[in-house]
Structure formats: structure tokens, C-alpha cells
């Protein structure tokens, strides 16, 4: 078994968790690896359950932050072993996983082997199934079996954010939006009533929907309301009794999911509409003492953060928590996803000089 | 191999050729009951070709009539053997093809059999594979292969009518509307283009159509445009690029198939339309003298037909032709089909005293 050398510099150790293969399903071998590279640092008190391994410092400090990333990917597509490439004149590390997250992965070890005394007491989190359904997430588990290893007061994701701090995330909702109509031959379509037309005022009010932008301590979110589905038909010659058009909804943090599902509902007004799925946003937290000396020491400007990440479980749990990453999230699971070296110096930066002791 | 008593009445013929499974791709052993029993009428002229059995009289009259009937059905479901059943006082026949159409197939057998001098000379044709795609219609086969056996002046397809007469029928055409878009995740809706919001007109202007009534020859034919399905989406956080509105138009024998076609392209001016499927409709053709006459002699007023049937086989070929049968069509192919008794007896009625010799 290779061993991962946590001295490495952030980038090769980005390569060489890279270079190690970890769909959602298959982190065990990642999990091992990590396990075997923390497990000797004296400083560190280390829980592995299941593929979750958790490394605490015990300095007794006053404040804790818990500083996370998940190990797994989405499925490779022809993009690993990583290469170096350069763009434009930019040198950029390229291929699975460097953007979502194991450049931000390869950070978090280095500077867990590294930082023995930092000035805050820090609880690192390495969970798996992050890519799959949330039933699947390792964070999520544990939150849920060892709630008492989330204390602290601030928390990091280390989300691909460019390098960036985004606060919080929006949150998300699906519904179902349904039509019912009377199936009928369609020679003699005025007996029956068609179930897909009844939708156009359904698509209608989508069409016409405005989006809103909300303000939330500080942070502008903007919102998003979409069918992302929409299915209907019996036959070539039947009148259809049935269309169901799926809906996103992307809400700020300043609204609960209850709320969201009211806005939904009220938007798609006189129509049969089923709730089916839903997380609440995470708001951003920044205005914590902690966050604010985060923001100080990586001297970034705070962004929202749009979509749905596990900072809103940190969120649910009271902690105020962040994203904050090298990678452009918009090339996460992209087939040509890649990191600029520079955004992966960066973030090793920004958190050594927040966490190191003055 | 039990034989067909073509000399027991409709109704016990009906029920007989009911009780004798066909449905498509499995008519052959009712095909050879009824050559077996047609081929020693020394009246009749028989042809057998495939599973359509042509059975012709040749009496020397100045005109023919082709008398053609479907000897298929669609699937059984528990339906089969027939029953004799009571709606309201009234006795009916139920069970799998009494509709659709072995009640009208019995009467033209009967009669095939009893009337061995008409007064207009008859093609009798029965055939195979009406209800399944035209590539396989035993009737389209043998318009191509045989036209010749096809002559004549006037032809009744005994598909049910009710015991009408139902002239002509509509075309029928089938198109795709799409619409494109750009995908993106939900989260960052705004970096793409909703195809399922782009098609909010679409349903908009099927909603809002108001199909016409064509006079065509007398009768009224009522067209219709509907979305018979509807498809879209990529995944539930994916902004789709793609949505499909199948229509189906159902138009007046008076435009064909290229005027259809330019009427869905205008309905949906602006819009992606591909014409996928289209036959045309066939003019009802009862101003023919024959037609004329029996219409006088069944006593029926004559109706317009919707649905598409083989009766525009006949029109492409120039010959007018009705639909004449025992039967509510809108029973046809349902678990309850059922014929009243009644309605089998007129039929058979009508037919002999129009052919008959006065």
C-alpha cells in the first residue's frame, strides 16, 4: 500500500490523492490511506468510523473550529491520472477530483500533520458519499450518531469556492406539479380532457417567474425557481390524463423550508402540488467572532454560496460555517476539471495564517 | 377443426367467431374456417392470398360493391368467451371483438354465403392485421400487390358505426414541437436556458385552439390538435436543454396531408416541427350514385366518421367508401365490449334489402 506523505507540498499531495481512485462506494482505500498518514501525528486524537476518520487537537484553546471535506468523487470519465497543463500561461493541475474537493482535501491533511499547536483547537473531518444521496453521507450519519464531535464554533467546507470565502447556501426544494385530465381517443378528443394542455398555465407562470435576490446578513442570494422534469402521455392516439412537471425551487437562507414550500404552493396556486424533497439553506454565519477573524486572516470577500452544500447540516446544527476551497465550482464533475496551482497555494495560505499561533 | 354454420343466424355466428381467438398476428386458423367454409359456396369466386380470404360474385350486374371486414382483434383480457348480457331490458352480446368488429364480420359472412344472386355484384374481402402498425394490414398489402381485386364502385367497411352510416374519416398527422435550451445546474439557473419554460407558448396556443368543423360533401367533420405526450429533463439539479410536445391533428377529409402539415407549422410558427406520422383522411363519397342508394335502402342518416379507418385505403384508390357496422366505436377495444343484439340484426337488414333483387 503507497503511503500518502503528508510533508509533500499541497499540490503533489492534491496529485496523489488524486491519482487514487475514490467514487462514491469505493473511499475505503482513500479512507485507509488517510487513516494510516494521521493516525502517527501525537497531536492528533483520531476516531475512524466507518470511512469518516476525524482528527482532533487538544491545546486548550477557548474556541474550536471544525475544518471538513469529503474524499469521495463522482465516477471518472477518462480524467485520471491527473496531468499539469497550463492555460493562458497558468499553471493548472487537471483531471477528477482536483476542483470537488481533493485539492482542498490534500490542504486540510498537510496542515493537519503540520499545525501541532494551532492558536484555535481544530477538528478535522474526512467523510465519504458525499456525491450520492444525503441518506448516503457520511457527514450526515455522524452528525446524527456522534453529534457531541461537531462541537465548536465556526466550521470550514472546504467546497471548491475559487479560492473565495461563500457563506452559507441557498436552500433547495422539489415539488411536483400535477394536471388531471379524462383520457379519450384522440379522433374524439371533446370527450376527453387533456391533462397536458391544463399545464400551460403551469409552464406559463414559470415563463413569468422573477426570481428573487434576498439579502441575508450581509450576503445577496439569488434565487431560482425551474422545472427540471416534465412528463405526460399515454399513447400517439390517447388524450392524456395525467402531466406532471417537476419544480426546483433554490431559496436564501432566510427562509425556512416551510416557507419555501408556501411559496411554492402559492406560485402554482389552483394546482395539485406534492412536496418531495427538501434542505434548508444554511445562512452565513459571518457575523460570528470567529468568522470575522477567518475573514480577517484569508483577506477575502465573503460571497453567497448558491448551491446546496453540508455547510447547512453545520448550519441545522447551530454552527455558523463556510465554504472555502481552491477550484472553480463551475468545473465541479466536469469532464475537464481542473485547478489553478495558485488557488490551491492560496487556500494553504489563507488557513495556516488564520490557524498558526502568533 | 370445428366449421363455421353459415347458415345460423348473425348473432350465433357472431358469437361463434368471438369464441374463436384472432388477435393479430394469430388469425390464421380463423382464416382457414372461413375459406373452408366460404371456398364450396359455387357462387363465390375465392381467393385466398396470405390471411385475406377475397370471396367475389360475378353476376354480371353493371356495378360491384367491395364489402370488406377486419377478422383481428386487439389483445383478450378476460374477455373471452362471449356472454350474453342485459343493459336495461335490452339483451346484448360481450366479450372481445363483438365491437371491433366479428359482429360485422358475421353479418358479411352470412350474407356472402346466403345471397347468391345480389342485385349488384360483390367483392367480399376479409383481412388480417387491422389492428396492429399499416406495414402488416392485410388490406394495404393487397392493394399493392393485387389492385385489380380492388375494382369497384362503392365499398363498406363494416367497422362499427352504431348501425349508421358513417362516411368518410379524418386524417390523421402527428408532429414534435421542440424546444431548445442550455443546460446549467439549478443552483445557477441564470448560466442557462430553461427548454421546458420555452415551451410555455406551446401549450399556451393548444390551450387556446379552437378546432374547426368542416363541411365536407353534407357532412360536419370535427377536427382536433392535441399534445398526446410530452417529455423534458435531464436530472433534478440540471436545467434542461430539451423539452418534446408531440401533437396529434385529426383534420377534415377536404385538406391533405401537405395542408395539415402547413397548419401545425403555422399553429406552432416559431417553433422547431417535425411531421413524424400522417395519413390522410378520405372524403365521404356519398353523393356516388350507389352510395346514394344505400343510404335510401339501410334508412340511415349519414354520419361523419372521426376516427381514421381502412375506408381511406378505398378513397386513395378513388373509390368512395362508408363504414357500416353493428357496435358503439367507443366500446371498441375496452374490457366491456358489447354489442346490442338488436344492432346486429339491423345491420344484417339493412345490407340484404340493399342487396337483394327487388
Chains 1, 2 share one sequence.
Not at 26 to 46: G, K, N, T, Y
Not at 170 to 189: D, I, P, Q, Y
Not at 293 to 317: C, H, I, M, N, Q
Request: proline residues 6%.
Amino acid at each position: 500500500m503507497p503511503q500518502l506523505d503528508l510533508t509533500a507540498t499541497s499540490v503533489d499531495l492534491t496529485r496523489a490523492v488524486c491519482d487514487i481512485p475514490s467514487v462514491s462506494d469505493d473511499e475505503s482505500h482513500l479512507a485507509d490511506l488517510i487513516e494510516a498518514a494521521i493516525r502517527p501525528q501525537a497531536h492528533l486524537d483520531v476516531i475512524r468510523d466507518g470511512d469518516v476518520i476525524v482528527a482532533r487537537t487538544h491545546t486548550g484553546a477557548s474556541q474550536r473550529v471544525v475544518i471538513a471535506g469529503h474524499i469521495d468523487t463522482v465516477p471518472i470519465n477518462d480524467n485520471v491520472p491527473t496531468r499539469d497543463i497550463e492555460i493562458d500561461g497558468e499553471p493548472y493541475l487537471w483531471g477528477r477530483g482536483t476542483v470537488d474537493m481533493k485539492s482542498g482535501l490534500a490542504v486540510q491533511l498537510k496542515l493537519a500533520a503540520e499545525l501541532v499547536a494551532p492558536r484555535i483547537d481544530v477538528t478535522w473531518m474526512w467523510y465519504d458519499h458525499e456525491e450520492v444521496d444525503a441518506a448516503r453521507n457520511g457527514l450526515n450519519r455522524l452528525s446524527q450518531s456522534r453529534p457531541d464531535l461537531f462541537a465548536g464554533d465556526f466550521a470550514i467546507l472546504g467546497e471548491a469556492s475559487n479560492g473565495q470565502v461563500e457563506g452559507g447556501c441557498n436552500g433547495t426544494l422539489r415539488a411536483v406539479v400535477r394536471t388531471h385530465g379524462v383520457r379519450a381517443h384522440s379522433a374524439r378528443a371533446w370527450i376527453g380532457e387533456n391533462a397536458i394542455h391544463a399545464a400551460a398555465p403551469v409552464l406559463a407562470r414559470l415563463a413569468e417567474y422573477r426570481p428573487r435576490d434576498v439579502a441575508v446578513a450581509g450576503l445577496v442570494y439569488r434565487e431560482g425557481l425551474n422545472a427540471v422534469r416534465i412528463s405526460g402521455g399515454v399513447a400517439g392516439n390517447v388524450i392524456p390524463d395525467l402531466c406532471e412537471v417537476e419544480v426546483n425551487y433554490r431559496f436564501a437562507p432566510s427562509s425556512s423550508v416551510d416557507q419555501a414550500a408556501d411559496h411554492v404552493r402559492n406560485v402554482f396556486a389552483g394546482f395539485e402540488v406534492e412536496i418531495t424533497d427538501a434542505a434548508a439553506g444554511a445562512r452565513p454565519g459571518l457575523d460570528a467572532p470567529l468568522a470575522r477573524e477567518f475573514l480577517a486572516a484569508v483577506g477575502a470577500e465573503p460571497r453567497p454560496k448558491y448551491g446546496w452544500t453540508d455547510v447547512a447540516r453545520f448550519s441545522a446544527l447551530g454552527i455558523p460555517a463556510v465554504n472555502y476551497g481552491p477550484g472553480d465550482p463551475q468545473l465541479a464533475h466536469h469532464d475537464e476539471e481542473r485547478v489553478p496551482i495558485a488557488q490551491i497555494e492560496a487556500v494553504e495560505r489563507g488557513l495556516r495564517s488564520w490557524l498558526s499561533p502568533s
